[in-house]
């Protein structure tokens, strides 16, 4: 027997309202979160779990507007609709619904590298609110999909277009560190260059470093191999250092985002698996065959993030096992990781965001440009080059 057909009239949109309403919920706690600055602008890993990356990257606006106002505005636009009983445009934003949580669940996978819950949760309601609509409707008249897919398509090229080549909010931030930071003697032991930010000495010859040892300008960066933002700086650096041959140079202080060897961390942040095991390769490469820690480097920095074995296996086809797993006894490396997460405690005062880089005096760039053009262009300015 044929199903009877029912009029949109006597169709029954309590689930389409219910998650519609659960949605509006979800986006408005974001917006407030973002409008009162519990969620920075600067983008960075280390923040107060991965909500904090993906709410304070440029995917998080559309032409400085945030996206949580946007969804939250078309959730109540959503529960308006189920009282006017618009097929054609209830399925249109079941449409817009799930393309556009189909297009922020592939940024926050792909592009920003990081896991928001409060996100995908509010992605994962549209397309429940996106189905409801259409049990709902099913059986309710015929509809044009052709005329409701461009009509979803429109707004949703407006978003997505906008996303991509509109203007971009900033990403980071330089500022003066007010908390002065304690000098630690692993820092500043030994013979050789020393420099000089905020009053905190570091003795370059004995630290990990990058660039040529005696480059005008060095910077300090406080960094974890496993955090996406502090990778994408070291494109940003390498760019610079390749623009300005043998003005730059980079100390290197990897700071892990894992309680297993930073106490330092805040309850929020989350642990980042294999950080602590990545950053002590990182420095007994450094300790045991100084002139391969460029490469070392690089390589520890790969993508994806390198487990434990993967790790060893690569560092080792650069310095030898034996060699390796002597340097990696060396005591100096817990004591590095312990001062370096303390320092990063103090710096973290305005914000937690990695990676940090101290760029001359009490200056400190927190979280990565929009664009390593952009990078370049600020410390051109910033050392009149």
């Known amino acids: 027997m044929p199903f009877k057909r029912r009029t949109l009239s006597k169709a029954n949109f309590f689930l389409v309202r219910a998650f519609a309403s659960i949605g509006l919920g979800i986006t408005g706690y974001l917006l407030i979160m973002k409008l009162t600055g519990e969620i920075s602008s600067i983008v960075g890993c280390g923040g107060e779990g991965g909500c904090a990356n993906v709410l304070g990257s440029k995917w998080s606006a559309w032409v400085h507007i945030p996206v949580s106002l946007l969804a939250a505005l078309f959730y109540a636009a959503v529960i308006a609709l189920s009282f006017l009983r618009s097929r054609s445009l209830l399925i249109s934003s079941a449409l817009v ?75 980071h931030a330089i500022s003066e560190y007010a908390a002065k930071t304690k000098n630690k003697p692993i820092h500043q032991r030994g013979s050789g260059r020393q420099l ?107 993508r994806p993030i390198l487990t434990v074995e993967e790790a060893r296996r690569e560092v080792s086809r650069i310095i030898p096992k034996e060699k390796l797993s002597q340097s990696l006894k060396d005591p100096w490396i817990n004591d590095l990781i312990k001062a370096n997460t303390e320092d990063h405690q103090t710096l973290s005062a305005q914000s937690v965001v990695m990676p940090k880089l101290l760029i001359v005096d009490t200056k400190v760039f927190q979280g990565i440009a929009k664009s390593s053009d952009i990078f370049v262009s600020a410390m051109e300015k910033l050392f009149g080059l």
């Open 97 to 171: 619904l799930i393309g556009a949580a189909l297009w922020f669940m592939g940024i926050m996978t792909y592009k920003i590298e990081s896991f928001c819950p409060w996100c995908l949760a509010t992605h994962i309601t549209g397309i429940l609110t996106a189905i409801s609509i259409f049990v709902t409707t099913r059986r309710t008249g015929p509809v044009s999909w052709t005329a409701c897919s461009i009509f979803a398509f429109a707004p949703l090229s407006v978003l997505i277009g906008g996303q991509i080549w509109g203007p971009e909010p900033d990403t």
């Open 196 to 302: 000089t930010y905020g009053g905190k000495i570091f003795n370059m010859a004995e630290l990990p470093f990058i660039g040529p040892a005696d480059a005008k300008h060095v910077f300090v960066k406080y960094f974890d191999y496993t955090c996406g933002s502090c990778r994408n700086m070291e494109e940003d650096l390498d760019k610079l250092m390749e623009k300005h041959p043998g003005k730059f140079a980079v100390v290197l202080l990897p700071t892990p985002l894992n309680r297993k060897c930073n106490s330092n961390l805040k309850p929020k942040i989350e642990d980042h698996p294999w950080a602590c095991e990545l950053a002590k390769l990182g420095l007994a490469a450094w300790r045991a065959q100084p002139e391969s820690f460029p490469e070392v480097h690089k390589r520890l920095f790969s």
